[in-house]
DNA sequence: GTCTATAATTTGATAGAC
DNA sequence: GTCTATCAAATTATAGAC
């Protein structure tokens, strides 16, 4: 808020406006759904300038990826605070997770589809990205459990329920909306904070129960 | 496998050919991402018969789609054998639900992907096949909680978490791979076998912990 | 840097021989 | 029913004016 933060400056130069509608065409169409023109029109721009800022499709779609790939697996494996207790470090890393999907709902889709169709867009980055990443969550279970913390489980089992448990219901919502509606007489909303909620209860009931 | 069997006269007609290819093509790429082309040469016929047996692109993908929706909602829903006690029930449903994502593990997120992207696909189809559904697995989990056989609790985020638990792992597959293999020292292998009893767990427990 | 015009490919669809 | 040849439209990419 203060005048020296130049956020309105640098906000809209052409570069981002290309960015961010590259970002919105090709999280919902995919790379070979997309059109070049689709995302010009979306960022309010000519055709032209995007080979004029990227030189291709391919360029773009990379420079996008890369930034979707990076920020997910960041957020994937950011469990900091290593000061507070397990069940504290947990309950903040599916606030994380969940104001994450809440900001990039198809995030997980887009990335999942996209690795699947062209796996070496995994492969050749993700051990970059591997390098300037600490401890993993995984490993902090893994010594949790030894200290007798938490009951003995598989982590790994446990890690990838909890991602489904957050990642599902944001990028089905639509289907479940319907179901739910259809199926359920006195079902209010689909509501993110109701769905947070039972994943904690979810890590309550694994940790010990 | 008796002789009347006809499966095998019935298995390859140019018609299913082009329809099994369209399947594994649209699912992969989606609607607009998908080629004519690509579908031929996985049927390993000409492009012009595809229209010769569908009219158009849009026609086959109708097709393929209205096929896979109707499957995806019919398992979804199945909730038979009304004579046995509700945590079998709820098993053999995982049971179903597990080889149904086993045989077509891409099938969630094609249905999500494509009605986010066309919505009207999911509204002009999902009232038809309502119809010849039977009483659904909320209702008959609400009556359970009614006569106090299983704990009272939401039955809608119930069925959220059931379903993510089961579907989001195989959709997300390569990417958990990826990351248990380099985080996870002693993890043998990504076991649908594994994934399935931890499910099991997660409604033992809070059906009544 | 940004636009218009246009080239070069790709892609959905059809016509017509067999 | 199946194929080859081909059209028309769409799509990526570039050239050149401003």
């Known amino acids: 808020m203060k005048p020296s933060c130049k956020m309105a400056k640098s906000k809209d130069t052409t570069e981002e406006k290309i960015l961010n509608a590259a970002k919105e065409v090709f999280m919902k169409y995919g790379l070979y759904g997309s059109r070049m023109h689709d995302i010009a029109d979306t960022a309010g721009i000519n055709k032209a300038l995007l080979h004029y800022y990227f030189r291709s499709k391919e360029k773009l779609f990379d420079t996008v990826f890369s930034g979707a790939l990076h920020k997910y697996l960041q957020q994937m494996d950011a469990f900091l605070d290593s000061s507070l207790p397990i069940r504290q470090r947990l309950n903040n890393y599916v606030d994380n ?28 980055r993700v051990d970059v990205l591997k390098k300037d990443k600490g401890i993993s969550i995984i490993q902090v279970l893994e010594k949790e459990i030894e200290l007798g913390t938490i009951r003995k489980m598989d982590t790994a089992l446990f890690l990838i329920n909890l991602h489904s448990l957050c990642s599902y219901p944001f ?39």
Chains 1, 2 share one sequence.
């Open 97 to 124: 997770v969940f104001s994450f999907l809440e900001e990039y709902p198809q995030m997980p889709v887009f990335i999942i589809k996209e690795v699947s169709i062209n796996p070496e867009l995994f492969r050749d």
């Open 171 to 209: 990028l089905a919502a639509p289907i479940f909306k319907h179901v739910l509606k259809a199926n359920h007489k006195n079902w209010e909303e689909y509501s993110p904070a109701k769905i947070k909620q039972s994943v904690k209860q979810f890590i309550e009931r694994t940790l010990l129960s």
